[in-house]
């Protein structure tokens, strides 16, 4: 599984700092993609950012400049730094792996962790 924590309630402008560890069967497995994403109320799940196993990022235009994505392959742990945090921003954030095990293209969520940003 996917163990995702950091989120929190916190002012406008202000940061938070999401992780999201491997943990399980699921530990010892070179990921390939590695990814947040987050979902407000009544709107689709869209995605935050991402980063591929070489450390190559990409981002929402809605985050640019404001977040940065990183990894540590070591410990299969996926970190979102959230900056400058905007009202907009409040959702459930969800962190997503993918990868190969026998061939077959596989993906993990992890659970949601809640971020609420106050005007």
């Known amino acids: 599984q996917l163990q995702a924590c950091g989120g929190g309630l916190v002012q406008s402008g202000g940061s938070l700092r999401l992780s999201c560890a491997a943990s399980?069967?699921?530990?010892?497995?070179?990921?390939?993609?590695m990814g947040w994403y987050r979902q407000a109320p009544e709107i689709e799940r869209e995605l935050v950012a991402a980063?591929?196993?070489?450390?190559?990022?990409n981002y929402a235009d809605s985050v640019k400049g404001r977040f940065t994505i990183s990894r540590d392959n070591a410990k299969n742990t996926v970190y979102l730094q959230m900056n400058n945090l905007k009202p907009e921003d409040t959702a459930v954030y969800y962190c997503?792996?993918?990868?190969?095990?026998?061939?077959?293209?596989?993906?993990?969520w992890g659970h949601g962790t809640q971020v609420t940003v106050s005007s």
């Open positions: 980063v591929s196993s070489t450390g190559s990022a």
């Open positions: 997503h792996a993918l990868y190969t095990l026998g061939g077959v293209d596989l993906g993990s």
């Open positions: 399980g069967s699921i530990f010892s497995i070179t990921f390939n993609d």
